[in-house]
T-cell receptor, first 118, second 113 residues
């Protein structure tokens, strides 16, 4: 079974400051990793994904994340945030193993609410 | 434009009534999913379907039912057996292959009074 832990439920920051949203996961098999953003009363939008290759992944809106296999982490970062980045962010994992019972399913963390203050 | 459409966006029902949430996609995706979202609990999987006429229970399937008669459609029925149905429901779809990403609809907020 997989699990995802987002270490901070809320992160307040000032505009133009850097931010890091932390995500740790556990799984018995190799995984794909994702970060999604959700604005109020909206669906989820994919920010970035790690499938293979370089462990530093760049996404939309200036966000990036680094996959650390030894620490089973996939932290999300942005060097300078804007008011418009205020939203809830979800880390998610999925099996790489094709055909397993959990194949194709995303397991989500609890979410981190990022609030950017002027 | 391709995408996933959930309807309605807001839904109110009386306690004890069954209600069906619609999810339609024109992305030609084989796999479809229903998630429930509650504050502070993230998204939890209710049901998923990898192909037409087949679906599997997720982590919180009790009190819900689904059907997958067409590739494009995956309706979710919230039955009277669901003890706490008030929540935000999200439908998603993906390519059922080794590499995929899930695309999400805009959600339906169900309130049971």
């Amino acid at each position: 079974a997989q699990s995802v832990t987002q270490l901070d439920s809320q992160v307040p920051v000032f505009e133009e400051a850097p931010v890091e949203l932390r995500c740790n996961y556990s799984s018995s098999v190799s995984v794909y990793l994702f970060w999604y953003v959700q604005y109020p009363n909206q669906g989820l939008q994919l920010l970035l994904k790690y499938l293979s290759g370089s462990t530093l992944v760049k996404g939309i809106n200036g966000f990036e994340a680094e996959f650390n296999k030894s620490q089973t982490s996939f932290h999300l970062r942005k060097p300078s945030v804007h008011i418009s980045d205020t939203a809830e962010y979800f880390c998610a994992v999925s099996d790489q193993y094709a055909g397993g019972t959990s194949y194709g399913k995303l397991t989500f963390g609890q979410g981190t609410i990022l609030t950017v203050h002027p | 434009d391709g995408g996933i459409t959930q309807s309605p966006k807001y839904l109110f029902r009386k306690e004890g009534q069954n209600v069906t949430l619609s999810c339609e996609q024109n992305l030609n995706h084989d796999a479809m999913y229903w998630y429930r979202q509650d504050p502070g609990q993230g998204l939890r999987l209710i049901y998923y379907s990898q192909i037409v006429n087949d679906f599997q229970k997720g982590d919180i399937a009790e009190g819900y039912s689904v059907s997958r008669e067409k590739k494009e459609s995956f309706p979710l029925t919230v039955t009277s057996a669901q003890k706490n149905p008030t929540a935000f429901y999200l439908c998603a779809s993906s390519i059922a292959n080794r590499l995929y990403e899930a695309f999400f609809g805009q959600g339906t907020r169900l309130t049971v009074v």
